[in-house]
């Protein structure tokens, strides 16, 4: 921002600004009714958060405010907590002390009352009637402890959690997200009424109920839903997603804005709400809300939840954040984008607002507008600020049908997901399966749930992989000293009476019995079967010696293969276990006469092996700069590396003997 342009800029986030402004609206308002509060609520979040992420965000593109998954976690912990309390209705909602004698009530916006009778010495509980009132409490507790949880993930720079959360896993679990967006916006298209439903298998239960009950159907409801939602569908793709008229546009037509106009419009004069009874937003506050501490005491009931929360959104917001800032060439910092969303959710959540996190439709908006920095997002907060003050109580008539014909069309983004399953089958099975999981997890047993199960598949694969990687052997480029996959490359050949073997991953606890198995395989030397083989001949031998016979004598089993050489270039780092294995593996085959041998160790191989007290029972000289130096070792027995003799005392090597000048360096020098 000290290098910003009035000249060069502003303009351009004006623009951006007042398009992705005119977008929060509608969004703000349909997303807020998604989390189960009041639409109003909704507005907040398009507000308070896009003000804080200005001043901390590294981002100059994305778009904060409400985002759908996000929108229906917080709605599910809403709709459980309310669920709890009707069952518990001793549950304090607040617990605040004053100084001072009772005072009464703090205006709550969407018309509701949130209770904040104090005295200095009684604990005052929100009425169990106010239903709003007490999942906005659950809504602002989940919201708070979201930014706490995001703040110490950015203290503790944490970010590199989202590693774990792979581009299939999120959009397998984005698009079951979706589904139950899609659910829960039934009801309000068809004007119906429907059971609440939470936990495993909901999206059945809640299936059951919408074909038991679609007799009951409010037809004017359901004619406004399907106008609506084929309005702004044939908008946004014959106009604003038309490649021939979009770079036409300096804004995309604001149909979802427009549709929300004409539905309060035709409400308000057509009495719908009185008579067709369709649903209506209802009471709408003016202003800004009065500041109010979350009720702290439910934070112990949303723990889990809100970790859920903090990590998705991070992920979604972090992964937009670096596409826009790779196409248009800068860098953003991870862990102060942490800091900014942890901001955001803890100042909003005394503001009577939800989790936020980054918008992919409104972000891509955003930078088609030609947004050029964070101002756009000052403009566009200042527009939503306008409607708090002024305009909120104008859309009190607004049908609640079309808002879910908004959030229904939205989601088309998330359903063309599906189309990822085709390519991911072509490129990786592994990563088609983590989809599938993440996909499965989420729409059958639900939101939470589904984040675990996919993030659980996801590490076994992982560990599978790394447990059971890939291994092959090795031969020789023609006139090179390149050593290459056999399987692979025609030309490379083996050398007789040496086996060349590379194991693609680390040798630790988890696959160091694999890497003994394959070993075994590959080579088509197992040690231990040979040597009880070779220890039944010499027992035969002897037993034909004694008896003065000399037939068989000849017959003690033996190998063609004289020497091993293994590839460690792979090798990241070696535990302990792995250490005993390699011991282990070198003693096998040094009891049949097969030598192995180690090249391309690195620096922090070669000091495990060192700490680990490999040299104790291993020949020294058996580690090797590169593949070639090892096969000219055996090839050619009488080169040895400069000033390491066999004659020299069998002290334990350093790791500073080892520094890129260790054994076998100086051999292909030599030759």
């Not at 999942?135 to 203290?155: D, E, N, P, R, S």
């Not at 590839?567 to 192995?596: F, N, P, T």
Request: net charge positive.
């Amino acid at each position: 921002m000290r290098k910003y342009s009035l000249k060069k800029d502003f303009f351009s986030d004006l623009i951006a600004g007042l398009t992705v402004g005119i977008m929060h609206i509608p969004q703000g308002m349909a997303y807020g009714l998604l989390a189960q509060l009041p639409p109003i609520h909704g507005l907040y979040v398009s507000f308070f958060p896009v003000l804080i992420y200005f001043f901390f965000g590294t981002s100059k593109h994305v778009s904060v405010g409400t985002f759908a998954v996000v929108c229906l976690m917080v709605g599910a912990v809403v709709d459980k907590g309310y669920s709890q309390y009707r069952s518990h209705e001793n549950v304090d909602l607040v617990t605040n002390t004053s100084t001072t004698t009772t005072t009464t009530t703090t205006l709550m916006t969407s018309g509701t009352l949130f209770t904040n009778a104090m005295n200095s010495s009684t604990t005052m509980s929100t009425p169990s009637t106010d239903a709003d009132t007490i999942k906005l409490g659950f809504a602002m507790a989940v919201t708070f402890l979201v930014g706490c949880i995001q703040l110490l993930m950015g203290v503790f720079r944490l970010g590199f959690v989202t590693t774990f959360l792979s581009d299939p896993l999120v959009s397998g679990f984005t698009t079951g997200a979706a589904c139950h967006v899609f659910t829960s916006q039934i009801k309000h298209i068809f004007g119906i009424q429907m059971g609440r439903y939470s936990g495993p298998f909901k999206l059945i239960y809640s299936y059951i109920d919408v074909f038991s009950n679609i007799s009951q159907t409010n037809l004017v409801t359901f004619g406004m839903s399907a106008v609506s939602v084929l309005i702004i569908a044939l908008v946004k793709e014959l106009i604003n997603n038309n490649p021939k008229i979009k770079p036409k546009l300096k804004m995309p037509v604001p149909i979802e804005l427009v549709m929300v106009i004409l539905g309060t419009v035709i409400s308000y004069f057509l009495k719908l709400n009185d008579s067709h009874h369709v649903r209506i937003v209802g009471k709408i506050a003016t202003g800004i809300p009065t500041p109010l501490p979350p009720p702290f005491s439910l934070l112990r009931e949303v723990v889990t939840d809100a970790i859920a929360i903090a990590i998705v959104a991070f992920a979604i917001n972090v992964s937009m954040c670096k596409i826009l800032a790779k196409k248009h060439d800068y860098e953003i910092d991870p862990n102060q984008e942490l800091l900014a969303y942890a901001f955001c959710n803890i100042f909003s959540s005394f503001f009577s607002a939800f989790c936020s996190a980054v918008s992919l439709s409104r972000s891509l908006v955003q930078e088609n507008a030609g947004a050029r920095t964070q101002v756009t997002g000052l403009v566009s907060s200042i527009l939503i600020l306008i409607v708090l003050l002024v305009v909120g109580p104008l859309f009190e008539t607004l049908p609640n049908c079309v808002l879910a014909a908004i959030i229904i069309v939205a989601l088309k983004g998330m359903f063309k997901q599906f189309t990822e399953l085709r390519r991911l089958w072509g490129i990786s099975k592994i990563d088609f399966a983590i989809w599938l999981v993440a996909f499965l997890g989420t729409a059958l047993l639900d939101v939470d749930y589904g984040l675990g199960v996919g993030v659980g598949f996801s590490l076994i694969t992982v560990l599978g992989r790394s447990s059971r990687p890939y291994s092959c052997l090795l031969g020789q480029m023609p006139n090179t000293d390149i050593y290459r996959d056999i399987s692979v490359y025609r030309s490379a050949s083996e050398i007789p009476g040496i086996k060349i073997f590379r194991f693609d991953s680390s040798l630790y606890f988890a696959n160091c019995e694999n890497f003994r198995s394959r070993l075994y395989e590959l080579t088509g030397v197992n040690p231990r079967k040979l040597k009880k083989k070779q220890q039944k001949a010499e027992k035969k031998k002897k037993k034909m010696v004694e008896s003065g016979s000399a037939n068989g004598l000849h017959d003690i089993p033996s190998t063609t293969v004289k020497a091993i050489i293994i590839d460690c270039s792979s090798w990241s780092y070696l535990d302990s276990v792995g250490v005993k294995v390699l011991s282990q593996v070198i003693s096998e085959y040094d009891a049949v006469d097969v030598r192995v041998l180690l090249a391309h160790c690195k620096a922090g191989i070669r000091e495990m092996l060192v700490k680990a007290g490999f040299y104790n029972n291993a020949d020294r000289y058996c580690l090797f700069v590169t593949i070639h130096d090892a096969v000219l070792s055996f090839v050619h027995p009488t080169f040895r590396p400069l000033g390491l003799v066999r004659e020299e005392k069998k002290s334990e090597p350093t790791t500073s003997q080892f520094e890129d000048g260790q054994p076998g360096q100086q051999l292909t020098e030599s030759v």
